[in-house]
């Protein structure tokens, strides 16, 4: 079964319920957001009564709420020294929070080592997770995800074996994973046009197993360039057609699969329209048009 979706909105107004009405809008079984803005620490409270209507919600259109991701907000940097208690403290609390809302994955950066070296950036990763993980030992049903990451300024994780460290070096396994994000492994380095043979890499160095989510994006720049930008499904330079081979791998197939794709001239969203084509396995080169002259 495909499992598709993107990222979408969280407000205080509606919360999980409006993430779930905007999912669905697209056509999605699926879905991604942040429990708050990614850029502050600014947090509204948990509403119950709206979380039990999303998930009531939920079983009468078929979602499997065990899918449903959410994202760690960017101003985490276990890496950071000189943000590391707050890295660790707010981290904490976006658990706390998912295991309110009873989502199972929480994709986090890694983070960025600002000059200490990768090999201290690696160290002070684990500890950090390793202090959240056992801040919430006794409530914590969430899965942290690593994201593989573009290689972009001083970032961990564009390597599969930085990865793989850091998730040797976490005492509570069961609780940490991956998720891959195609745009970053193509910035990164990695040839995902042979696919299967990264697959099988991946799960000789860490396990397929750990794999708990896939941001599906396309890159606006070549192989290597660790840049990190992310183009529409089949207007970069990944390919429609190597991202559809991702998609439907059968070893991914329980997998979430989330569109962090650009919106269209910075005001129209492509997802409705990207998932439209997915589902059909055919690239439409007039797509970009399409999507502005959505009502």
Do not use: W
């Amino acid at each position: 079964m495909l499992i598709i979706g993107s990222h979408v909105g969280f407000n205080k107004k509606t919360q999980l319920l409006g993430s779930l009405d905007e999912a669905l809008s697209y056509g999605a079984n699926t879905f991604m957001f942040y429990t708050g803005a990614p850029q502050n620490t600014a947090r509204s409270q948990i509403e119950d009564e709206l979380t039990l209507e999303a998930l009531n919600k939920m079983k009468e259109n078929n979602i499997d709420y065990s899918k449903v991701i959410v994202h760690a907000p960017y101003i985490i940097n276990l890496c950071n020294e000189e943000k590391f208690d707050f890295s660790v403290n707010f981290l904490t609390e976006e658990l706390n929070r998912c295991n309110k809302l009873g989502v199972r994955y929480l994709v986090l950066h890694p983070g960025s080592h600002v000059g200490l070296g990768a090999q201290k950036g690696i160290y002070n990763i684990i500890k950090g997770l390793n202090m959240v993980l056992t801040n919430v030992k006794n409530t914590n049903n969430v899965i942290i995800l690593l994201e593989t990451m573009a290689g972009k300024g001083t970032e961990i994780g564009s390597k599969q074996e930085e990865i793989k460290e850091i998730i040797d070096g976490v005492l509570d396994k069961e609780h940490i994973g991956v998720c891959l994000d195609t745009c970053h492994l193509s910035d990164g380095g990695y040839d995902i046009v042979n696919f299967d043979n990264f697959l099988d890499e991946f799960d000789r160095l860490i396990g397929i197993e750990k794999i708990g989510c896939i941001h599906i994006n396309d890159s606006k720049n070549i192989v290597a360039s660790h840049k990190d930008r992310h183009e529409n499904i089949g207007f970069g330079n990944i390919g429609f057609n190597t991202l559809i081979n991702i998609i439907y791998n059968n070893r991914l197939e329980n997998i979430s699969k989330i569109l962090e794709t650009p919106y269209v001239d910075k005001e129209f969203a492509p997802y409705k329209f990207e998932i439209e084509m997915i589902k059909n396995k055919k690239f439409d080169n007039n797509l970009l048009e399409k999507i502005k002259k959505q009502d």
